[in-house]
């Protein structure tokens, strides 16, 4: 691996009695876009509090661009480009505005802050919404310009907790397109996600976060080769048959998941094994076959689905 | 279209001991820009306000005083003489309050843009110290508009009076600086807002020596004055601007009172403001 930006060993943290995050190594490399997936509540954000240098671990090491954030906060902010859950914008200033301040708190000369904005509102699609009071956007260009904000002081790693959750489909597009077009440019990502076709689109390599532990580690590719098969055929045969019928349809593949409302089978060909059920005089009222996603990695590892 | 041409990187732009000796000041670069929104609702409030009073309280009150005790009827002096110090520091005060805890919980609670300044290199002390000097600011020309407007209404006789003037801020910032670490503190403000209102800003207001002497008061009623940063400015401020008789001693206690205040609101704000982002 080349040179690493964070580096984490035994990292822990607690909330009195509750482990948040628990004892995990990670290490993310230089130019890398790096993934923490899991469900809510797996500690992805208390993880990426402490990678951004704002909240302490109890426990383990924790090394962002060689320095220590215990001791070196505002040196290692002074690089990270940090996107929350929750857009904490200035609600009472306007979206040109906003960049401006954020600019501001990096020390940046107000001539090049000025400069920067123009480039940042082409970015993210708001050159029409400069003047704007930022109370007045849309959900979507509210992400997008904290997405600009992160990216005023040209930051070495831009931070990103959930950054489509409760977007429409087409403003997701629009953001992983702005994402993807930061990673060509060198930037290093680290992003966390309960959407695994996000973790898809945009990780090189991602961790599988659950109650504070590492699940597993790797790209999306081989976490599904390693995890689950080539693909999946989903059958639904209603919901007070599918328990019914689960045995029989074990026997036909390498492994089934039973959900509350459909029977998931996993295999190398669908199609063949959804020709398999039928032979058998199973009747299932709807089937679908596609491709293994990281959403069965995750149900394999844990049981679960990743949004409950 | 959007590629970002000629990228320095932020290893070549951000220079942190530049941030950790001026990062206040960012911050409150930043609350005067929010302030000059609401500029004209401001400078409204800071000259109606003297004017209600001056007519009210001032022309109406104080002439029936003056009218029926004298000229020298209260503590040797005019009522407008003797009621100057202390309006100019009840509106430093209620200046200096509205920008401390209205921005302190927005910042961690309505808008939280507190903790988007603090995933910058700014640390919890610097917003803390930032909010208070936005409010400083305010403060200053608050109190000096409402002289301003005392001056016009022919108020002041005393060629001294402008000496009230730092009395009053110090007011302000004192109560300001304390005020902002308490609203740092608060999980709930809307029963603060009633508190707050109610029992302590009404209160001060009414039992600091505002209107006529705190000797006046009956004795148990007086300690709200001594603990009340109006009453020490308003000593302060009428020793200076027309010689009320007060002892060396009591010019040093009110005087060390207020910078306690100060001084002890300006830690434990920063405290507070930095465990609370750090949580």
Redesign the interface.
Known sequence: MSESLISARGLTKKFGDFTAVDSIDFDVAKGESFGLLGPNGAGKSTVMRMI?A???RNAGELTILGKDPEKN???I????G?V?Q?D??????SVT?NLY??G?????PRK?VKGKID?LL??AQLEEKRDAKVEALSGGMKRRLTIA?ALV????ILMLDEPTTGLDPQARHILWD?LF?LKE?GVTLVITTHFMDEAEQLCDRLIVMDKGKIMAEGSPTSLIKDFSTKEVLEVRFGSDRNQEVADKLRSMCERIEELPDRVLMYTEDGEALLEKIYASALHPKTSLVRRSSLEDVFLRLTGRTLIE | MSTFTTRRGSSQLVDTAKIQARGAFYVAEARVRIMLKWIWMILGIAIANPILYLISVGIGLGGLIDKSVGPAGVDGVKYLTFLAPALLAQAAIQGAMDETVYPTIEGFKWHKTFYSMNSTPLSGAQISIGVFLAAFLRTIYTVLLYFGVMWAFGALDSPKAWLAIPTAIFAGISFGALMQAVAAKLENENIFFVILGRFIMMPLFLFSGTFFPLSSMPFFLQWIGWVSPLWHATELGRSLTYGHAISATMMWVHFLVLLTMLVSGLYLSARIFTRRLTK
């Open positions: 951004g704002t909240s302490q906060g505002p040196q902010r002074a690089h990270l940090v929350p929750q904490n914008l200035d609600m009472q200033l505005e301040i954020y501001r708190y990096f020390g940046l090049f480039e082409t970015f904000r002081s040209e930051p070495e702005r077009r440019q």
